[in-house]
């Protein structure tokens, strides 16, 4: 049965960029450990957005351009984007139903014996991926490494973490 590790959305604009945090800028190496040390494979999310961004849903709500594709804020971190071995997906929203198609196909094809989620921003698309997967494959223990994630407030981080603990999501602190 296969590990799988989720790194979601480690990009430059959520770490120290348009929306980055100290707390997100303190877990890159932690992020860089634990993705040297997983065995298992390595899937990456990528937040993208287009020049339009602000005219969408998610903009006039977030009114802060960020991930605009091809920018420095769009890429993943350099030292994790170097650790990655397939193509990043990209998703135009919280969740991402790709992700959650490839894991299912995956789990059908070889079997996923967990499944551990990482990145930024905890409260927001760490949550919405958890929980698409867990809907997805309610059979396949998911838990989200806590000391390798970051909110958007250290207050939302830790709501977050209890929503998905409720959820039958082990969160590993």
Not at 45 to 71: A, M, S, W
Not at 147 to 165: D, F, H, I, Q, R
Not at 166 to 173: D, P, S, T, V, Y
Request: net charge negative; aromatic share 6%.
């Amino acid at each position: 049965m296969k590990k799988i590790l989720i790194v979601v959305d480690m990009q430059n604009d959520f770490i120290d960029g348009a929306l980055g945090t100290k707390e997100a800028v303190a877990i890159v190496p932690k992020v860089e450990e634990k993705i040297r040390n997983f065995d298992g494979e390595v899937f990456f999310t990528r937040d993208t957005h287009e020049t339009y961004y602000l005219e969408t849903q998610e903009g006039k709500n977030l009114p802060v351009k960020h991930c605009i594709r091809d920018t420095e804020g769009w890429q993943i971190r350099k030292e994790l984007d170097a650790l990655r071995k397939t193509e990043p997906i990209d998703k135009e929203t919280f969740g991402s139903t790709d992700l959650v198609g490839e894991l299912v196909t995956l789990n059908e094809d070889q079997g996923i014996g967990s499944i551990t989620l990482v990145g930024l921003c905890t409260d927001i698309c760490v949550i919405s991926n958890a929980l698409l997967i867990k809907a997805s494959l309610p059979e396949v223990p998911i838990c989200v490494d806590a000391t390798c994630c970051a909110g958007v407030t250290p207050e939302s981080y830790e709501n977050a973490l209890k929503a998905m603990e409720a959820c039958q999501i082990r969160i590993i602190r």
